[in-house]
């Protein structure tokens, strides 16, 4: 059954409620959570699961590992069932000006290593401040996931580096960088690093800023900048965040490669070396990701405008 066969029956036999469960059960992948959220009993969320599937003629979710995974179907239908939930409640409260400090609620955002940086604490402190009932949920950068998390309401913001394939996506650059390698005092390496012994060494990269092939194959800006050169890199360990990086390279002969702000307040850590590294010139920055479905709401729209400000000030 398709949305057209849908508009053909009487609309005034859909309950407009299980939509809202549908878009609940997107965002949160597990029935009691769902069922918490809306105010029902578990049994009385599974019958409005039951009824979805009959009027979508599909099972929607299924159960894998302790989560309610979407269907295809399902991940088709979020968007634009979240955009006119959306948009019906814009149209209820139209008349209602935007107060931040009446705000309650929570909104996820998937980060790059925040607290790293100041702009975790700057932020959390200006929500304290402005919109003392607004919980913040950071999540790890899945990038892999990203965009159908934001598509599918699982997340309303992100931090991350510029992405593969985020042209559905809306996206803001939130300051400029540069790339430093890291590599213990005392590695073998002849220095200063070349493009090529650079390729030629073995390195330790973290998920959020690069995506490894099961073949072991980065996908990132170094990475393009070797491909085009007809070169690669051997990624010999992967890590979940850049805080144990350091770690790393210091007990061993693998090399990273961040941007700078990251590891700017480890330049004293012992028998560990910074230099830049050894690719050409490029300016990274981190980019606040949105999906086009929240872009008329007031509440994420003031939130962006909250993050980009505070990064300004970094």
């Known amino acids: 059954m398709n949305m057209s066969t849908i508009t053909e029956r009487n609309l005034r036999g859909i309950d407009l409620n299980l939509l809202v469960v549908f878009d609940v059960l997107m965002a949160e992948r597990h029935v009691t959570r769902a069922a918490q959220h809306n105010g029902l009993s578990q049994p009385a969320m599974s019958k409005a699961l039951n009824r979805?599937?009959?009027?979508?003629?599909?099972r929607l979710f299924e159960r894998r590992e302790g989560r309610m995974e979407p269907t295809p179907r399902a991940l088709d239908l979020a968007g634009p069932i979240h955009e006119a939930l959306s948009d019906i409640s814009r149209t209820l409260t139209a008349r209602q000006s935007f107060d931040p400090g009446q705000v309650t609620g929570t909104l996820r955002m998937a980060a790059i290593d925040l607290h790293q940086t100041a702009l975790l604490p700057a932020l959390i402190a200006k929500l304290r401040q402005d919109s003392p009932g607004l919980d913040l949920q950071i999540h790890a950068i899945e990038r892999h996931r990203l965009h159908d998390q934001l598509a599918t309401g699982e997340l309303d913001l992100a931090i991350a580096p510029l992405l593969d394939?985020?042209?559905?996506?809306?996206?803001?650059?939130?300051w400029n960088d540069h790339l430093v390698t890291l590599l213990r005092s005392d590695h073998p390496l002849s220095l200063p690093l070349t493009l090529e012994s650079f390729a030629a060494a073995t390195h330790v990269v973290d998920a959020g800023h690069v995506q490894v092939t099961p073949e072991g194959q980065g996908s990132s800006l170094v990475d393009s900048i070797l491909a085009a050169r007809g070169l690669r890199r051997r990624i010999a360990l992967v890590v979940p965040s850049s805080a144990s990086v350091p770690s790393v390279v210091t007990a061993t002969d693998l090399i990273a490669t961040l941007p700078s702000r990251i590891v700017q307040a480890l330049k004293g850590v012992p028998q560990l070396r910074i230099m830049p590294a050894p690719l050409p010139a490029v300016e990274v920055s981190p980019h606040l990701f949105w999906h086009p479905r929240t872009q008329g709401s007031p509440l994420r729209a003031w939130l962006r405008n909250v993050i980009t400000e505070q990064a300004k000030r970094l």
């Open 52 to 58: 979805l599937r009959f009027l979508f003629d599909d």
């Open 165 to 174: 394939g985020s042209r559905s996506l809306y996206s803001q650059p939130l």
